[in-house]
Nanobody, 125 residues
Framework: QVQLVESGGGLVQAGDSLNLSCAAS????????VAWWRQAAGKEREFVVA??????YYADSVKGRFAMSRDNAKNTLWLLMNHLKPEDTAVYYC????????????????????WGQGTQVTVSS
C-alpha cells in the first residue's frame, strides 16, 4: 500500500521560510516523476513544482522562492519555501507518478497516481 505523508506546515509571517517534507512508504521515488501541488480554500488544486530526470519545473508564482529536492536514500521529498507571501497560504500536497515527465507535461494532475493527505501552510501578512 502506497502512502505519502507530508509534514512541516504551519503558521508563519510573510517573508518567513518553511521546509516541507514528504516521506513515502510502499513506493520508491527513485527517478519517477514527483511534484508538489497546493490548494487554497475555495480554489482548485494548482501545480507548484515537479521533478523528473528531465529537470525541475516551477510554477511562475514560486520561481526563485521555492526549491524542490529529493533524497533517494531517505525516500523523501523536500520543498523549501522562502520569502513566503500570504497568497502562498494553502494545503500543500506531494504527489508521485510512475515514469518521467517533461516540461508542461509535468503540470498535469492526471500524471500523478499517488497523493499525500496534505499539510497546511498559512502565511500571515
Amino acid at each position: 500500500q502506497v502512502q505519502l505523508v507530508e509534514s512541516g506546515g504551519g503558521l508563519v509571517q510573510a517573508g518567513d521560510s518553511l521546509n516541507l517534507s514528504c516521506a513515502a512508504s510502499g513506493y520508491t521515488f527513485g527517478n519517477n516523476r514527483v511534484a508538489w501541488w497546493r490548494q487554497a480554500a475555495g480554489k482548485e488544486r494548482e501545480f507548484v513544482v515537479a521533478m523528473s530526470w528531465s529537470g525541475i519545473y516551477y510554477a511562475d508564482s514560486v520561481k526563485g522562492r521555492f526549491a524542490m529536492s529529493r533524497d533517494n536514500a531517505k525516500n523523501t521529498l523536500w520543498l523549501l519555501m522562502n520569502h513566503l507571501k500570504p497568497e502562498d497560504t494553502a494545503v500543500y500536497y506531494c504527489a508521485a507518478g510512475a515514469g518521467w515527465c517533461s516540461g508542461t507535461g509535468c503540470y498535469e494532475r492526471s500524471m500523478y497516481e499517488y497523493w499525500g493527505q496534505g499539510t497546511q501552510v498559512t502565511v500571515s501578512s
